[in-house]
C-alpha cells in the first residue's frame, strides 16, 4: 500500500490514465497487427481456434467486406500486415461500410462513409454499402479468399431488409427497441429474423473457397451469432423467438405492420440452411472487453494501486443499478482494506424516458450520474464528505455514448462545489436521461473522438485510504 496520500488531482489522472490504456490496447489497428503475421506467401493468426496457417500461394485474388465501428481501423492493420507486393499480386479490392468520421482512403480497400458519427442506426448510405458487399462475395471463384472484418455497430451498419421491409420500418423497429430498454441479445435477435445478410446471410451468398471472419466483440461473452448479428454464423433463433421480444416491450401498436407480416410469414430457421457451394468458414474473436480490462489493470499497477478486475459474464440489467452497485464498492473500498482500484467491464441498458421530456445522454453517463446520486445520499453518512478520496469514470470503448459527443462521464470530490453552484441536482437529470447536460458545465464529461474501436464499456474506479493507512 502506498506510504503517502494521492491528491485528488491525481487520483483523477490516474483514472483518465487507466482507462485510455484499456482503450488503447484494442485499438482495431494495434490488435489486426498483434494477431497477424505474414511470412512470405503465409498468413497465420494467432488464435487457439485456428489449427492451420492460411497458404497464400493457392490464392488468386482477395477480396475484404466488412463493417463496424473498428472496421476502419481492422482495414489499415490488414494492409499493413499483407504488404503492398501482395497486395497487388492477390489482385487485392474490398469495401467496408464504417461510420462517416471513420472513412479515409486506403490503399486497396473502400471504407465507404455508411452513416453519420452518433447515429447508431441504418441509412441509405448502409443500404447501398450493403449491396454493394453482397455483390462482392457473390462474385468470388473457389480460389479467392474472402476476408471479413466485423465489430460492434455492425448491425445498423449493414442493412439488407427483406423483401417486403422498408428502410423506415429498420428504422423504426430498432428506435422502439432501444427506447424501451432491450439488450444486444433481444434486438440483434429481432434484426437478423429482417435481414438478408444477418443471420448467418453473409456467409450463405458467398461464392468463395474460404472466408476467413475476424472479429472484435462487443458482446459480452463473445456469442458469434450476436455480435454485428452474426453475418457469417449460422443462426439458431427462429421468427417465433422474435415476436416473442416484440411482444415482450407490447409493441403492437408501435411498430409498423410490415414487420408483424413478415415475422409471421417467414419461415423458421433459414439461418441453418446450408449453401449450394464449399466456402469454407472461420470465425475469430481477435479482441474484447476482457483484452481491455487485462491492460487497464496492467496500467493500474503501474501508478501503484492494488488492482481488482471484473468481467461481466452475462447481459448485464439496468445502467442505474449497475452504478449504484458501483458507488457502494467505492465507498467500501475507500474506507476498508483491500484493492484501491475497481476496473470492469459490461454493458447495462437504459429504459429511455417518454421523448416529451427525454434529454441527450447515453448509458454511461447515466450510470455515473446514478453513482453521483448514490454517493451523495451514502457518503453525507461519513465524516470524510460523500466523494472525498474517490474517482468514477464509465465510458464506451468506441468514444460513443448514446447520440451524443462523449464516450461517458467521470466524477470526484472536485465536482460537488461547482455542483451545488450551478444548482444541479441529478435526480431530475436521471429521470429525464439527461446526464449531457447534467456534467457538461462541470467540465465531467469523457470526450475521446472515435476511437477505432468496439468492446463494451470500460468502468474505472481509484480511491485514498489515508484514513485506513494511519489506522
Known amino acids: 500500500m502506498s506510504a503517502t496520500a494521492r491528491s485528488q488531482q491525481q487520483l483523477r489522472e490516474d483514472l483518465l490514465a487507466i482507462w485510455r490504456a484499456g482503450v488503447d490496447a484494442v485499438r482495431a489497428d494495434r490488435l ?21 496457417s492460411l497458404d497464400l500461394s493457392t490464392v488468386k485474388r482477395i477480396v475484404v467486406v466488412g463493417a463496424g465501428k473498428a472496421s476502419a481501423g481492422m482495414a489499415a492493420g490488414l494492409e499493413a500486415v499483407l504488404g503492398a507486393d501482395l497486395m497487388r499480386r492477390k489482385q487485392l479490392t474490398g469495401w467496408v461500410n464504417v461510420p462517416a468520421p471513420s472513412a479515409r482512403p486506403l ?33 468470388l471463384a473457389s480460389d479467392d479468399l474472402c476476408i471479413v472484418l466485423l465489430s460492434g455497430g455492425g448491425s445498423a451498419l449493414l442493412p439488407a431488409p427483406k423483401e ?43 461464392t468463395a473457397g474460404r472466408m476467413l471472419v475476424l472479429i472484435i466483440s462487443d458482446v459480452i461473452g463473445d456469442p458469434l451469432d450476436l455480435i454485428a448479428s452474426g453475418p457469417t454464423v449460422a443462426d439458431s433463433s427462429t421468427p417465433d423467438d422474435a415476436l ?8 403492437a ?3 409498423p405492420d410490415a414487420i408483424w407480416a413478415c415475422l409471421r410469414t417467414a419461415p423458421a430457421a433459414h439461418g441453418t440452411q446450408p449453401s449450394s457451394h464449399e466456402c ?16 487497464a489493470g496492467l496500467e493500474a499497477e503501474r501508478r501503484g494501486y492494488s488492482h481488482a478486475m471484473h468481467v461481466a459474464q452475462e447481459l448485464e440489467g439496468d445502467a442505474e ?28 441498458t437504459v429504459q429511455l424516458a417518454d421523448p416529451a421530456v427525454r434529454g441527450r445522454g447515453g448509458r454511461n453517463q447515466q450510470l455515473v450520474l446514478a453513482a453521483l446520486k ?86 474505472v474506479i481509484v480511491v485514498d485510504r489515508i484514513e485506513t493507512r494511519r489506522a
Open 321 to 348: 443499478d449497475v452504478g449504484r452497485h458501483l458507488a457502494e464498492m467505492a465507498l467500501r473500498m475507500r474506507d476498508q482494506r483491500g484493492p484501491d482500484c475497481l476496473i470492469t467491464g459490461g454493458e447495462p
Open 253 to 255: 401498436t408501435r411498430i
Open 164 to 206: 417486403g421491409i422498408s428502410l423506415a420500418d429498420k428504422q423504426a423497429v430498432t428506435r422502439f427497441l432501444s427506447a424501451a430498454g432491450a439488450n444486444i441479445a433481444e434486438l440483434n435477435t429481432v434484426r437478423k429474423q429482417l435481414s438478408r445478410i444477418k443471420g448467418g446471410g453473409l456467409a450463405r451468398i458467398c
Open 374 to 459: 448514490q454517493l451523495l445520499a451514502q457518503g453525507e453518512q461519513t465524516s470524510r464528505g460523500p466523494l472525498a478520496g474517490i474517482a468514477l469514470l464509465s465510458g464506451g470503448t468506441d468514444g460513443e455514448d448514446g447520440p451524443t459527443d462523449a464516450a461517458g462521464a467521470y466524477i470526484d470530490a472536485t465536482i460537488i462545489a461547482a455542483m451545488h453552484r450551478a444548482q444541479l441536482t441529478p435526480a431530475e437529470f436521471l429521470r429525464r436521461n439527461d446526464a449531457y447536460h447534467f456534467f457538461a458545465p462541470l467540465d465531467a464529461l469523457l470526450k475521446t473522438g472515435p476511437t477505432q474501436t468496439n468492446v463494451c464499456d470500460l468502468r
Open 280 to 295: 469454407r468458414v472461420q470465425n475469430i474473436v481477435i479482441g474484447n472487453i476482457a483484452v481491455a480490462v487485462d491492460a
Open 107 to 139: 490503399a486497396h480497400i473502400h471504407l465507404h462513409p455508411a452513416r453519420p458519427g452518433g447515429l447508431n442506426e441504418p441509412t441509405a448510405e448502409a443500404v447501398e454499402g450493403t449491396r454493394q458487399i453482397m455483390q462482392l462475395v457473390s462474385s
Open 244 to 251: 416473442a421480444i416484440l411482444e415482450k416491450y407490447q409493441a
Open 32 to 52: 489486426m497487427l498483434d494477431k497477424l503475421h505474414r511470412d512470405g506467401e503465409v498468413l497465420q493468426v494467432e488464435d487457439e481456434s485456428l489449427d492451420e
